[in-house]
């Protein structure tokens, strides 16, 4: 079974800072994915970046990076020069690789919000 | 850009009468899946497809669900007598590859409201 903690439901930060969303999971697998998904208000939820056990580099995507620290357990989403647009629900999950798919196990989500 | 589309976007039913989500994948993905968020809660997986069956479900996807790709292009959810308890924004997505190593494609959602 796979779990995934986010401990904080809400999150402030000012425009162009940086931000840090904290993501900790739990798996008996040895191979596994770790996501981060954006959902603002409108709902449709947007793939930020993925993270694989076995890459030994820390992902980024543009503004995102994942900082994975496989020995703690923790994959932290990091937001540079946030923007107002950055403003939503964020999600961390991770998935079992080994040919069974992409089933997604969510955390309960992080609320951001930018402000001016 | 490719995308995962759903219809429709929100549906209000009476409690015990029969739905069917529909979702049109990305053309050339293999696995298809339906995740399930009831308001203010976390993201639950239902159900993934492959190959014209299911290849996993959780323990919420009960006898009440079924799901079937039943054109070669849609991918449809079908509850058959809802409960006030199935109002929830259901998701299907979709993946390219066997191997989870990258993107799951999302849709915007169906709303379910039971009343």
């Known amino acids: 079974a796979q779990k995934i903690t986010q401990t904080q439901p809400g999150m402030f930060v000012q425009e162009k800072e940086a931000v840090t969303l904290d993501c900790t999971y739990d798996t008996s697998d040895q191979s596994y994915g770790l996501f981060w998904y954006k959902q603002p208000s409108s709902g449709e939820m947007i793939f930020l970046i993925y993270q694989g056990s076995y890459d030994e580099q820390n992902a980024t995507e543009g503004r995102y990076s994942l900082n994975f620290q496989k020995a703690r357990k923790s994959a932290n989403l990091v937001i540079s020069a946030s923007q107002l647009g950055d403003s939503a629900m964020y999600f961390c999950a991770m998935s079992p690789l080994g040919g069974g798919g992409n089933k997604l196990t969510f955390g309960t989500g992080t609320q951001l919000k930018v402000e001016l | 850009e490719p995308e995962v589309t759903q219809t429709p976007s929100h549906q209000v039913t009476q409690m015990g009468q029969e739905v069917i989500l529909r979702c049109v994948p990305i053309s050339n993905h293999l696995y298809f899946y339906w995740y399930r968020q009831i308001l203010g809660q976390k993201v639950e997986f239902l159900v993934s497809?492959?190959?014209?069956?299911?290849?996993?479900k959780s323990e919420i996807f009960d006898d009440q669900f079924s799901v079937e790709r039943p054109d070669g292009s849609n991918f449809t959810l079908k509850i058959r007598s809802t409960k006030l308890e199935d109002s929830a924004m259901y998701f299907c997505?979709?993946?390219?590859?066997?191997?989870?190593?990258?993107?799951?494609?999302f849709g915007e959602g169906s709303r379910l409201t039971v009343l």
């Open positions: 997505a979709s993946s390219e590859t066997v191997m989870n190593t990258g993107e799951l494609f």
């Open positions: 497809f492959y190959n014209n069956e299911i290849s996993e």
